[in-house]
């Protein structure tokens, strides 16, 4: 049995509308929006469903709450479940390999620990 953990991310509205590491602001898509959400989910290890925005997890329990701050906006993502196996982490972030309602990751992990 894997180990349960939590995991908690927290954004920015300023992260979400685009900043990048280089400090230049692109502008504001919701796609592009969703696609940093997600990336930055998987790499933490919350094993989120959806290719254009967060629709599940495949498992556990993921609560996000928002704050309305005097210095911008935050939405935390925690996600209380058990972990992901390592070697599953750098598969599910790949862009064409992503967790999908019709491709579970659950019975992917299931059908490789029966081989």
């Known amino acids: 049995m894997a180990k349960v953990v939590t995991i ?14 280089a400090g230049k602001a692109h502008q504001y898509n919701e796609v592009n929006s969703a696609n940093f959400l ?5 790499a933490a290890g919350i ?6 925005g967060v629709l599940a997890v ?6 996000v709450t928002h704050e309305d701050g005097l210095d911008g906006d935050e939405w935390s ?26 491709k579970s990751l659950a019975a992917q992990i299931a059908a490789d620990d029966e081989l």
Request: net charge positive.
């Open 38 to 42: 997600i990336t930055r989910l998987l």
């Open 58 to 63: 495949e498992w556990g329990v993921l609560t």
């Open 8 to 21: 908690k991310k927290t954004f920015t509205r300023f992260e979400l509308i685009g900043s990048n590491n």
């Open 77 to 102: 993502y925690s996600w209380t479940g058990e972990e992901v196996p390592k070697h599953y982490r750098a598969r599910m972030q790949v862009l064409g390999s992503r967790n999908r309602l019709d």
């Open 47 to 52: 094993p989120v469903v959806g290719v254009m």
